[in-house]
């Protein structure tokens, strides 16, 4: 492995378990969890809100209509949508460790609102991040490429110097194209993933 100055990590599957997303709403509602979810995917809706194009309330509103909700209007569907996650301490040790001797940033495909809240209630690290690139804030997504451009240009590194550590193989890909070292950051093994990057790193 090349020296390493600068260290991206993904947020969702890496520092935090997403795997119940919906889950307070669609039980709060009474909605069927699979047809929420259909929904979601529903028009290519995650992508575009993915991109900023459109916000958790657009989906929200949306729900409301398709599901005939009574009393929805006020309901604080991106709270509840955070709420839904759950941090992965260990990582979140590893993270402050890594941060006294690297710099580190986030790269993630997330939604308008989420990131300062995010933040706030303990679900990601609170520490002085060197860069944060979010889709909605570009416009791209992971795995595509233009995001690890704009990435590699934030780090103020060259891309060989920049290791990603993220849950999905095909965004490690292309981020190995473009020159950068990958870690994928297996979630059935959390612990020997976590090992694994502090025998390497620290």
């Known amino acids: 492995m090349k020296p ?5 990590f993904d ?3 890496v520092l935090n378990d997403w795997s119940d997303y919906f889950k307070d709403a669609t039980k709060k509602f009474n909605i069927p969890y699979d047809e929420f979810k259909k929904l979601w995917l529903k028009d290519d809706f995650a992508d575009d809100m993915t991109r900023g194009k459109i916000t958790p309330f657009d989906l929200w509103k949306e729900a409301i209509e398709k599901f005939n909700l009574i009393n929805a209007d006020d309901f604080n569907f991106l709270e ?3 709420g839904d996650y759950r941090p992965r301490k260990q990582v979140h040790e590893l993270v402050y460790k890594l941060s006294k001797k690297y710099r580190i940033g986030l790269l993630s495909n997330l939604y308008k609102g989420m990131m300062p809240r995010l933040i706030e209630i303990g679900i990601v690290p609170d520490i002085n991040y060197s860069s944060i690139v979010l889709s909605y804030e570009t ?3 992971k795995p595509e490429k233009e995001i690890y451009e ?3 240009k934030e780090s103020g590194v060259k891309p060989e110097e920049i290791l990603l550590i993220d849950d999905r193989k095909d965004i490690l890909e292309v981020a190995k194209k473009i020159g950068w070292q990958t870690f994928w950051f297996d979630e ?3 612990k020997k993933s976590v090992h694994e990057l502090s025998r390497t790193l620290l």
Request: hydrophobic share 50%; aromatic share 20%.
């Open 4 to 8: 390493i100055k600068f260290i991206y």
């Open 11 to 13: 947020i969702g599957g």
């Open 80 to 82: 509840s949508w955070i």
């Open 139 to 141: 416009g791209f997504r």
């Open 150 to 152: 704009i990435a590699t």
């Open 188 to 190: 059935e093994k959390i």
